[in-house]
């Protein structure tokens, strides 16, 4: 049977050279319906499980992929902007419905969180590789296996932050920003000693404070300036 993408002949089920299916159907409403469930089946055998082992394992989920048991897990990009795609738009909802404040520079922060605070994160995702990188540089990592590193670690900690303002709208006297911080503080530890599993623990800990102090100071001094420069003009 002849490729229809790329003409080569082929016996099987496959093609050899492009991978494609060579039996190819008509799309029809069954078929779709297939690619419909298809596409869970993946989500649950890679987003989901990738999702529980960042739940129960952080840190040695991502020494794993690196190591190549790559089969079951979604991919650090996709990964990471599905995750930001559903933090943006439920921190937009949650945001609108709230009934947040809107006097002076609440409203401000408010506003940027509806509309920058994963943007932002976005942005900052290469210099917070490069802080990363450069204080494990004895770990022997690259910086593309630390931005994976990042990518999983940020993925996770934005649809936490979507769980902390979601309990913070129906508990208005949660102090969501500290309990934000101690909770991504927490997790950021917790990943990195799972990761850089060669560096003594001790160690692993002070560095990763270090670094979520350099990453804390940057994120802030634009969010500040983005806030207090340009949204409450």
Known sequence: MKCKNCSTESDGKYCPNCGQQLAIH???VPHLLHEIVHTF?????????????????PGTMQRHYLEGF????????????????????????INRFSGN???GGQAA????????????HIILLPFYTLVTWLLFIRSKYNYAEILVLGMYMLAFMLLLLVLVYAISAGVPVLKTRLFETVLFS???????????????????????IINMVINYF??????????LEKLTE
């Open 70 to 93: 790559r089969a079951y897990y979604q991919k650090p990009f996709s990964m990471f902007f599905i995750c930001a795609t559903i933090s943006a738009l439920s921190l937009y909802w």
């Open 26 to 28: 008509r799309i029809t």
């Open 109 to 120: 922060f408010n506003y940027f969180l509806q509309h920058y605070y994963v943007l932002l």
């Open 41 to 57: 089946t993946h989500l649950e055998k890679g987003f989901l499980y990738t999702l529980r082992k960042l739940l129960t394992d």
């Open 101 to 103: 404040s809107t006097e």
């Open 218 to 227: 940057a994120y802030v001094y634009i969010m500040e300036w983005v806030v």
């Open 186 to 208: 927490v997790y950021n530890v917790w990943t990195f000693v799972g990761f850089f599993k060669k560096t003594r623990w001790w160690k692993v800990i002070i560095l990763s």
